[in-house]
């Protein structure tokens, strides 16, 4: 493989522009040529063209979101839209792509490898790290602090004046951001998709801990849930305690990336050029572990990822 492209797509995600620093590099180290496109599928789509070279992906380490720009394309959902995708690739003589986005954006890579058997890889980067086949997405760990910063603050105010704080976070579907955040910020509650709760049992639970002295608390609430402001008015409705919320919302997808999502960005990006240029297709990079995994797409987009059952016994144990 003489020339290869590099897009991301979806959702913005902490570290993506270390992950494109490591596919132009780990190809330039081989000899290969690399172009990167525009905001996702859609600027493959409309044949939006930048080549890379080293200089191009210097000091963008350090920035939360992507030099590429992002999006999620419609068109590239339409057969046609990914025959025009094709020619784009093909008009360039790109011979291999590396995705970097969340599931949907895999989704889309492997329906591209699908349709014309055209060799693609994936990095998994979302900070919702909802992606099977590998232990984290680049992003997760940036948003999670974000999102500890966050809790941290609303304590102090939530100490001070005796308050409820419901505090909504992103995740899609999903709880990873909900459960690790709530756990490092010591929440009191945490309400996830992934596992059923009762309102009123977390009301007693606030109750109780008045009694014993806890007059104020912090509940995590995943968006994907509930409304941080529906679960605000129950407590004022079941307990009389005072109460706010706060939704977190897109902050914390940006800011300055973690070492960890730097460092995983790196390793998954150059993990990633190095087995499509060394003829490997149709996969994901991967962390397990300490060590890098490529799973088949199909196999990491079919499965469902789970939160830890240790991680929600723990929470609740902590929340006692
Ligand atoms: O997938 C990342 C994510 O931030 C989710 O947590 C959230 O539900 C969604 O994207 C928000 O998407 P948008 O930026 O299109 O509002």
Redesign the pocket.
Known sequence: MKKIGVLTS??D?PGMNAAIRAVVRAALGRGAEVVGFLHGYEGLIGDEAVPLDSMKVGGIITHGGTILRTG?SKHFMTKEGREQALCTLQDHEIEGLVVIG?DGSLKGALTLHEDFGFPVMGVPA???N?ISGTDYSVGFDT?VNTAIEAIDRVRDTAYSHERVFVIEV???RNGF?ALEAGLAGGAESILIPEVPYSLLDMCTSLRTAAERGKKSSIIIVA??AARASDIKVFIERNTGFEARYLVLG?M??GGTPTAFDRVLGLRLGAFAANRLLSGFRGEMAGVDGNGLVAHPLGYALSTQRMVDPEKLLLAEVMAQ
């Open positions: 979806g959702g995600a999620r969340g979302s900070i919702d909802d948003a992103m995740g899609r951001i968006e994907g897109h914390q997808r």
